[in-house]
């Protein structure tokens, strides 16, 4: 029986562009992630559901199904961290990209250091589930009680 390997860094890479698919999976390699590169945006939602990836790079500019939409599938069901990584630098394109889900937004040419730089800074705010998110009894405070029938 082996121990989990929570310790385990997984990245998945959404990105049509070979070089640069494979640049992002030399980056994140260095970095000390497991990349998983895909080409499309089907597969990259697949591969977030199948590697429960930390991280996940995406293109927004992508046959079928465009980065957006593929954000927003993304988060439907994972908290993986978001970077959009993309040549469209319009401010409507950024606005869109952060309210499909996105973490992170950098556009192309990116400097490889930068961008893990940013992922290193990501990871050092961690997620918090919805459970844990709801807010905690004050200091002090009693628990809830069950009502008392009068004596």
Do not use: C, W
């Not at 070979?18 to 590169?37: K, M, N, P, W």
């Amino acid at each position: 029986m082996s121990a989990p390997t929570d310790d385990r860094r997984v990245a998945v890479i959404i990105e049509d562009d070979a070089d640069i698919r494979h640049l992002l999976e030399a980056v994140l390699t260095q970095a000390g992630f497991d990349a998983i590169a895909t080409s499309n945006g089907l597969d990259g939602v697949a591969a977030v559901r199948e590697h429960d990836p930390i991280v996940t790079t995406l293109d927004v500019s992508m046959p079928g199904m465009d980065g957006f939409e593929t954000a927003k599938r993304i988060r439907a069901f994972s908290s993986t961290y978001l970077v959009m990584l993309t040549a469209r630098d319009d401010e409507i394109d950024t606005l869109q990209g952060l309210e499909a889900g996105a973490d992170d937004y950098l556009t192309k040419p990116f400097r490889p250091r930068e961008l893990r730089a940013r992922i290193e800074a990501m990871l050092r705010r961690p997620r918090h589930n919805q459970a844990a998110d709801a807010p905690a009894p004050a200091p002090g405070a009693a628990a809830p009680s069950a009502p008392v029938a009068p004596a």
